[in-house]
């Protein structure tokens, strides 16, 4: 249901069962800081309704997504660091291995 003045909210989660559970993944909304999540952690937070963007990375990986929010909706997301093809290699050879950003708008 959605109320005309009501407050939107924005819900982030990271427990995807991808994620290699490594590294901070931080979040930036409309510029300013949301929050930075571990694997597990979530953040929700009433925002205002219309256009908004997301910034998300993980030091490594970047990527801005715009949404709308209607007045009353929840918009979640999910993010997870998950690793690349050659994470096992890498990890051998360097000790470090690259990890890639996933986020995903649940419907």
């Known amino acids: 249901m959605h109320v005309p003045d009501a407050p939107a ?5 990271r427990n995807l069962p991808s994620d290699v559970q490594q ?3 931080f979040i930036a909304l409309d510029g300013k800081s949301f929050a930075t999540l571990t694997f597990g952690q979530s953040k929700a937070s009433e925002i205002a309704p ?3 963007q997301l910034k998300i990375h993980n030091t490594l990986v970047w990527k801005r997504l715009a949404f ?18 050659w994470l096992l290699g890498a990890l051998a050879l ?14």
């Open 9 to 13: 909210r924005l819900s982030i989660s």
């Open 23 to 25: 590294r901070q993944i």
């Open 50 to 52: 219309g256009p908004h």
């Open 68 to 85: 709308d929010a209607r007045p009353g909706e929840t918009v979640t997301f999910d993010v997870a660091n998950r690793p690349g093809k």
């Open 94 to 107: 360097l000790g470090v291995g690259p990890l890639f950003l996933t986020v995903e708008r649940r419907a």
